[in-house]
């Protein structure tokens, strides 16, 4: 398949198509395990579908089932070879295949600022690792909703169980709650309410930009389990013309400023807030315009994002 990107005309091999045409036991062993048919289906399909030609730049996104004997064929064929991934490599889906054919990549590119010292430390060479920030599709991600309509708060991501907190903080406030996502379903059975709406889950696509741009709020959480700093969240919320509310960290600052976002330090700052500008829209709706913009001008669309990893790694 061809694609277009400005100046740059490029083949596309999509290894979601073999992969999802294995059966539920062959995907889960490899992604669990990274063993298994759907593994060997997946790199059959790489180099069945590679063109017999050079190419000054080959792209793997998350190659955790590429094999190191896959990755040489690449290397042969690529004047540069890069790796990117928005996922934690070290903390979280680690991959044997992966760590194998990283010396065989001129750069690593990786969303995760807490995993940099892995990846230089595998590289060997911190020129050879590139940091960038997750980001939103200007296409998909945007306001659905007239400012009239939104109320409430939304959460859409899988269930962990600190993110209970807030939502059952936000529930007994007497907040309206949008929530969808993986695994929720006990919760839901457990604090069923009239102030609760689920959606079941996961919910993508249109109905996922739909919910979020249905609410005055969204709840940007970052993942318990890892030491994440930032999500897609984080720029697909001020997208949609939706409040992002969010912990404060460093990270998060060097995004945003307080007159964008709503960060909160506690749990009772974050529903004190809530309450504050559910009274204030009209401050309310300054600061989510604010935020909206940061992120339409900022340069964190995927487009922005990914021509400026072209450049980088073409130019370096």
């Not at 289906?41 to 000054?56: A, C, F, R």
């Not at 992002?244 to 460093?250: A, F, H, I, M, V």
């Not at 964008?260 to 330090?265: A, G, L, N």
């Not at 340069?299 to 990893?309: A, E, P, Q, T, V």
Request: net charge neutral.
């Amino acid at each position: 398949m061809r694609k277009i990107l400005g100046d740059w005309e490029m083949d596309l091999i999509d290894t979601d198509i073999p992969y999802n045409k294995m059966g539920h036991i062959y995907r889960s062993l490899a992604f669990r395990y990274k063993v298994g048919p759907a593994v060997w289906t997946v790199n059959k399909y790489v180099l069945d579908n590679l063109l017999n030609k050079q190419y000054d730049l080959i792209w793997v996104d998350k190659g955790i089932f590429i094999t190191k004997k896959t990755t040489e064929v690449l290397r042969r064929r690529a004047k540069t070879l890069v790796h990117y991934t928005p996922d934690p490599a070290f903390t979280f889906h680690k991959s044997k295949h992966f760590y194998a054919s990283m010396p065989l990549y001129d750069y690593m590119i990786t969303t995760k600022s807490y995993e940099m010292g892995d990846f230089v430390c595998m590289m060997g060479d911190k020129d050879k690792v590139i940091y960038c920030t997750q980001g939103f599709d200007k296409d998909i991600h945007r306001p659905l909703i007239s400012w009239e309509k939104k109320s409430g708060v939304a959460f859409i991501g899988h269930h962990e169980t600190e993110r209970e907190v807030p939502i059952i903080a936000l529930l007994k406030a007497g907040v309206q709650v949008i929530l969808a996502g993986g695994k929720w379903d006990n919760f839901v059975r457990s604090h069923n309410c009239d102030n609760l709406n689920y959606l079941g889950g996961p919910v993508e696509g249109e109905a996922y930009v739909k919910a979020l741009s249905s609410c005055l709020f969204a709840w940007g959480a970052v993942s318990k389990w890892i030491p994440e700093k930032h999500t897609t969240r984080t720029f697909e919320i001020p997208a949609c013309k939706t409040a992002l509310l969010t912990e404060r960290n460093k990270e998060l600052e060097s995004f945003f400023s307080d007159d964008e976002v709503i960060f909160y330090e506690s749990i009772d700052d974050l529903i004190n807030k809530v309450k504050y500008y559910n009274c204030h829209r009209d401050e309310l709706k300054i600061l989510i315009e604010k935020g909206y913009a940061k992120v339409q001008q900022g340069g964190y669309d995927f487009d922005s994002i990914m021509r400026k990893l072209l450049n980088a790694v073409i130019t370096k």
